[in-house]
């Protein structure tokens, strides 16, 4: 029984370690330790939950006690949501950060408690999924998905030297392939500086630093500011 349990514990800890790995490469909240210490606990949490229940029913006060074997098990899927709150964020520009990563805390957890109730099989087909959904599918869904799904959302704070050259900035935008969807322009205490201030979607193709260069080229821009 103890080597199965370590079994158990160390095949969660591996699977742990790669939804860790995956976190940590990408500079996430959720990284190796944290994983870890998520995969490794609700596992032994439903070790216990499972080896109560069939151990204390045979007490040598001859008590019979009614243990649901996955009960405490239970309670971690929605403890867990306490970290899983911890990593989400709201940024300044109103854009919702943190979901993939709090959504992998609440798997890494799931998966801890499958390989513990001893579905290993299944456990290690779930991390395979994770991976494949978070690394693969994105940039299939981004290549042949709808048309809709292949744009990112900008939002971009452009700062123009002349009031004459703020509609040439916004039409070469547009003449880049800038869906602006929202505008705002607004003066600047600075003698003859404009803001603007606007929400775009671009090819999801390009990255940051290419659409960076692509706007500090454009005539009568000053400074450039770009928030994905």
Not at 175 to 191: A, G, N, V
Not at 196 to 225: C, D, G, M, W
């Amino acid at each position: 029984m103890e080597a199965e349990m370590i079994m158990k514990l160390s095949i969660s800890a591996v699977l742990g370690l790669i939804i860790g790995l995956e976190r940590e490469l990408k500079s996430k909240p959720l990284g190796l330790k944290t994983s870890l210490v998520i995969s490794i606990v609700s596992c032994l949490l439903t070790i216990v939950s499972i080896e109560s229940a069939y151990t204390f029913p045979d007490s040598v006060s001859g008590v019979k006690i009614q243990m649901d074997p996955l009960r405490l098990a239970a309670q971690i899927v929605s403890g867990i949501g306490f970290l899983g709150a911890g990593v989400i964020l709201r940024r300044g520009n109103e854009r919702i950060s943190g979901l993939t990563t709090a959504a992998m805390i609440w798997g890494a957890a799931g998966i801890g408690i499958a390989v513990g109730a001893g579905f290993y099989m299944e456990a290690i087909f779930g991390v395979v999924l994770l991976m494949l959904s978070v690394e693969l599918i994105p940039y299939i869904v981004i290549k042949y998905g709808p048309k809709r799904l292949r744009y990112q959302e900008l939002s971009l704070r452009i700062k123009v030297n002349e009031q004459s050259s703020i509609e040439t900035v916004m039409l070469e935008l547009q003449r880049q392939r800038f869906k602006i969807f929202q505008s705002r322009i607004k003066d600047l205490d600075e003698e003859g500086m404009h803001l603007l201030e606007i929400k775009a979607r671009v090819s999801a193709k390009r990255t940051l630093p290419e659409i960076y260069n692509l706007i500090k080229q454009i005539e009568f821009v000053h400074t450039v500011e770009v928030i994905s």
